[in-house]
């Protein structure tokens, strides 16, 4: 079974910076595309960024792009999202999900989640 652990998280000021980890496990995590996501109170699960098993091509959402930074490391089975310039529109429950079997900004692509870690984010 995979198991996926978020952490990280954590109550900043409008413009500071969190560094989320998401790690695993899973011998061959340097096999599969990873996946952020982040799900506000009320609102549904939504896409964030993703990066390539190869740590070649990432995606980000618009809302983020220019501001986040996803990256991993294999050696040690971890996946990385820097956040900089955050905005109290990025509070958030943050989720690490693993192996897109389609499109990688879906939800319903991603069989394998971790629990989320928060990230509050004051005025």
């Known amino acids: 079974q995979v198991q996926l652990v978020e952490s990280g998280g954590g109550l900043v000021q409008t413009g500071g910076s969190l560094r989320l980890s998401c790690t695993t496990a899973?011998?061959?995590?340097?096999?599969?595309?990873m996946g952020w996501f982040r799900q506000a109170p009320g609102k549904e699960r939504e896409f964030v960024a993703a990066?390539?098993?190869?740590?070649?091509?990432?995606h980000y959402a618009d809302y983020v792009k220019g501001r986040f930074t996803i990256s991993r490391d294999n050696a040690l089975n971890t996946v990385y999202l820097q956040m900089n310039n955050l905005k109290p529109a990025d509070t958030a429950v943050y989720y690490c999900a693993e192996d897109p079997q389609g499109s990688w900004y879906a939800v319903a692509s991603y069989p394998y989640w971790g629990q989320g870690t928060q990230v509050t984010v004051s005025s």
């Open positions: 990066i390539s098993w190869t740590s070649g091509p990432t």
């Open positions: 899973i011998r061959t995590f340097n096999r599969y595309d």
